[in-house]
């Protein structure tokens, strides 16, 4: 859960839930970004049993909801050759023209809406016929977007031209309306053989991409390698550079640094199959770009006392930075945010949820200088707002972003 693949844990506990049916629709003519206005906090909304999702806008400024029930699973527009399924999540950070996208995980799709009306635009498939799981797409400029798709096809085809591969970066030129290329990235799986890439979130930095790869073998549990980032070049889109992550694993969410040139942070929550031990893989790495080769400056989970989540992750600055520590399946411990400073690594507990697996979509809005945090709390869901312009951070209302339906918000991104 948490704008992201659903959490390890949780997929073994509910496998279930995550079928990943292959998409049948077809790449179409994409909308023209240009010249779209800034817009606002996009919500993501889950049914207890993860069957259906909704989509509700909120303006960040006021945090006050705009728009409740945006779309939903039940919607069918005329653009939609498939329904939004139970495993939507959102791009990791507003892309160029700041069009509303969603990532249809299951159905393998990205799906334009208009944030005026909720009309769906445009529905572009980025998988020819195999479970792509895209998680995250990033842009340098409109018409063209890079899509990680994080399951690879065990049965591809012969035709390198079909783009059915997968464990890459996907590209889409929304000038013609297609997918016309990918970036290859199994070469940089760390897990040794049998181990894929998975590459997970992305970050656009100083005109690179920055992407996250979880290096798990196909069955997600019996083997991961260390953390590592690679760096596209969009100009040649090749891979020119890769900055390992030795002491961490499972590592996704991957944020710029505020005030802080050059400076990406990187959630990590350690791997699952480690038992015990998943802690030692688990914190947050802070990279420095600006040097070469990149440094990279770990804070490990151990100082939370639990593995952090590793798509919840909101930086405000060098000496202010937010992240979720999942709780126990059990509901004991709950789930809980922290906040921490890079300079001294000293985390403070900011609040304790109800039980676990509910915090999530963890996001910083630097326009208006304020967190948000979904509370799935199935009793009681809403958004925690804390506005970080003051010292210290202070919790604001938290407003219900789905009152018609009550469903649980756990996905939150910016557009």
């Known amino acids: 859960m948490n704008n992201r693949r659903f959490d390890l844990a949780f997929a073994l506990l509910l496998p279930a839930l995550f079928g990943l049916a292959c998409s049948s ?8 970004a240009a010249g779209a206005e800034p817009g606002g906090l996009a919500v993501i909304h889950n049914s207890i049993d993860f069957t259906s ?15 409740d029930n945006c779309l939903n699973s039940g919607s069918m527009a005329p653009q939609l050759s498939q329904a939004l399924s139970g495993d939507v999540v959102l791009p990791s950070a507003p892309l160029p023209g700041h069009p509303l996208v969603l990532v249809d995980q299951k159905n393998n799709a990205l799906v334009w809406v208009n944030p005026a009306d909720c009309t769906v635009v445009q529905q572009l498939s980025v998988s020819t016929g195999f479970a792509a799981n895209p998680h995250d797409v990033v842009a ?22 079909d783009l059915d591969e997968g464990g890459d970066l996907l590209i889409l ?18 897990g040794g053989a049998g181990t894929k890439p998975n590459p997970d979130r992305a970050c656009v930095l100083g005109g690179k991409i920055y992407v996250t790869l979880n290096s798990f073998s196909a069955d997600l549990v019996s083997q991961a390698g260390p953390g590592r980032v690679v760096v596209v070049d969009p100009v040649t889109d090749r891979v020119s550079s890769f900055i390992d992550l030795p002491d961490f694993k499972d590592c996704s969410a991957i944020v710029p640094v505020p005030g802080r040139d050059g400076a990406l942070a990187v959630a990590c929550w350690g ?23 990149a440094t990279v400056q770990p804070l490990m989970a151990a100082a939370f006392g639990r593995p952090l989540s590793f798509a919840d992750l909101a930086v405000v600055s060098p000496t202010l930075a937010f992240a979720v520590v999942p709780g126990d399946v059990s509901g004991s411990p709950p789930d809980s945010l922290w906040q921490f400073d890079f300079t ?52 604001l209302a938290s407003p219900k972003s789905d009152p018609a339906k009550g469903l649980l918000p756990r996905y939150l991104g910016l557009y």
């Open 25 to 32: 629709a077809s790449v179409g003519p994409a909308p023209d």
């Open 53 to 67: 999702s909704l989509l509700s806008l909120v303006d960040p400024a006021t945090a006050t909801l705009v728009h």
């Open 140 to 161: 340098i400029a409109p018409n063209k977007f890079y899509v990680t798709r994080y399951s690879s096809n065990p049965n591809p085809t012969a035709d390198p031209s």
């Open 173 to 190: 030129d929304l000038d013609l309306g297609k997918a016309v290329a990918r970036i290859d990235l199994s070469l940089y799986a760390t």
């Open 271 to 293: 791997f699952f199959g480690d038992g015990a031990n998943q802690i030692n893989g688990s914190g947050v790495a802070l990279i420095d770009t600006s040097v070469s080769p």
């Open 344 to 395: 001294r690594g000293v985390p403070q507990k900011v609040l304790d949820a109800s039980s676990a697996w509910v915090l999530g979509g963890l996001v910083f809005d630097p326009a208006t200088q304020r967190v948000f945090l979904g509370d799935a709390d199935p009793q009681s869901p809403k958004l925690h707002v804390f506005d970080v312009s003051v010292w210290p951070p202070t919790e």
